[in-house]
């Protein structure tokens, strides 16, 4: 069986791609990923039945070529051009055309069984080989478009409404957790769907002494680190994380790892609360790298502090890395937010907003963080990658069989009319 994985970013951040598309080669499948080429380092060694097939994109290449050659005020003006809804709608619809057009021209030249596609932005590309192709079709779900943070009143509406017609064509709906699940049962009552989580592969061994970040930024042995790791946009939290730092000891430090636009105001603001020696910012790693550097913090937050159906619901992927590397959660109380240190007790939740209740609950974590940790190991021995792994092998196996059974439905023998001769 051959299949297609289709995904609008580059390989090189999309983890959970990584993970499935390793699981099916493992279990005999040839599967071949079409992603966007926009990063120079050297794609990840997979395994010998995964085929990378990256494509660049002229939005993509504009993008870069203006991250690398404009200065700081240039750059914001075309940000800011860029970032309205008009521009970032037209802009989205140009990039999808011309991706879908490649992924198109690739199929052309080849047969699969099934097409396997993460997230909104490529369902469209999903459908069509579908309908022409007669192949089976994944849909690999992580939010609830609607209620997307970040998209325009207009691209909602028009996202949301693609959505309610491709939903239709899909054999299997893949979810993150079962909050999830439920929703888009509630808007397709027959839609097959199965759940797995997005949990990393468990780490062979956790550090006795942590000291990563002790090193990189030359703190004291004393010093405590809580960590963020994720994208720096508004309505993460963070604003409030960083007071939150200023009410507690001088010991304890705030590190965040990775990116975004809101990484300067950020940094203002940590100088406005007199916190800035206290506040390190690291630069995004690899999925392949980032639990070895997690493992090294004491405790890991998770905020989301505006309020939608897609924020209720989500499950973060850094909540189960701060778990499988060992590390107590700090989290919003968003339902999706707390599954999991409700099941486990690997942490505890508090309002974001709130900088008194934030400091508050980081202190009692870090001087008495034993039922904590004991929660991070119950949780990494429940939920294991091996286990989400042979659900989407069983899915697999099942789409398989169907087609088998389709094609000897279809299978026509003359032997009755050579009887009736």
Same mark, same amino acid.
């Given at each position: ?14 983890? /959970? ?7 099916? $080669? !493992?279990?005999? %499948?040839?599967?071949?990923?079409? @992603? &966007?080429? +926009? =990063? ?112 325009? /009143? ?7 409404? $693609? !959505?309610?017609? %491709?939903?239709?064509?899909?054999? @299997? &709906?893949? +979810? =993150? ?245």
């Amino acid at each position: 069986m051959r299949v297609l994985m289709i995904l609008m970013r580059d390989i090189h951040y999309a983890a /959970r791609v990584q993970r499935e598309a390793v699981a099916l $080669a !493992e279990a005999g %499948w040839e599967v071949d990923i079409a @992603c &966007l080429h +926009t =990063t120079l380092q050297p794609p990840p060694e997979l395994h010998e039945r995964i085929r990378l097939l990256r494509f660049p994109i002229s939005t993509r290449r504009i993008k870069s070529y203006v991250e690398r050659k404009a200065d700081q005020r240039l750059k914001q003006g075309v940000y800011r051009v860029v970032r309205t809804p008009v521009v970032k709608m037209a802009k989205d619809v140009v990039a999808q055309r011309q991706f879908a057009q490649k992924v198109w021209e690739l199929c052309e030249q080849a047969s699969y069984d099934a097409v396997h596609c993460y997230d909104l932005n490529t369902l469209s590309i999903g459908v069509y080989l579908k309908r022409k192709k007669g192949i089976s079709l994944i849909y690999d779900c992580q939010e609830l478009y609607r209620e997307k943070y970040g998209k325009g /009143r207009l691209e909602k509406m028009v996202g949301y409404q $693609a !959505e309610s017609w %491709w939903i239709n064509h899909v054999d @299997c &709906l893949i +979810t =993150t957790n079962e909050l999830m699940e439920e929703e888009f049962r509630k808007r397709n009552d027959s839609l097959r769907s199965v759940v797995i989580r997005n949990v990393p592969s468990v780490l062979p061994e956790l550090p006795e002494k942590k000291r990563y970040f002790h090193n990189r930024f030359r703190l004291q042995p004393e010093d405590q680190i809580v960590l963020y790791q994720g994208v720096f946009i508004r309505n993460r939290g963070l604003e409030t994380l960083i007071e939150a730092v200023s009410h507690l000891p001088e010991n304890v430090k705030l590190v965040m790892i990775g990116y975004g636009e809101w990484k300067e105001y950020l940094e203002r603001w940590a100088l406005h609360h007199c916190v800035d020696g206290r506040v390190f910012f690291h630069p995004p790693l690899l999925p392949e790298d980032l639990l070895f550097v997690t493992c090294h913090a004491d405790i890991g937050v998770v905020f989301y502090t505006r309020t939608s159906r897609e924020s209720d619901l989500a499950t973060p992927t850094s909540t189960h890395e701060y778990i499988h590397a060992g590390v107590p959660v700090l989290t919003s109380p968003q339902p999706g937010k707390t599954l999991p240190i409700r099941q486990s007790g690997a942490g505890k939740s508090v309002d974001p907003l709130d900088p008194d209740g934030v400091a508050k609950a980081l202190q009692e974590m870090l001087a008495d963080p034993g039922p904590f940790i004991q929660g991070c190991i119950k949780a990494r021995n429940t939920w294991k990658w091996e286990s989400e792994r042979q659900r989407l092998i069983q899915l697999y196996e099942n789409i398989y069989t169907e087609q088998e059974h389709e094609k000897e439905s279809n299978y026509y023998s003359i032997k009755p009319q050579l009887r009736q001769l």
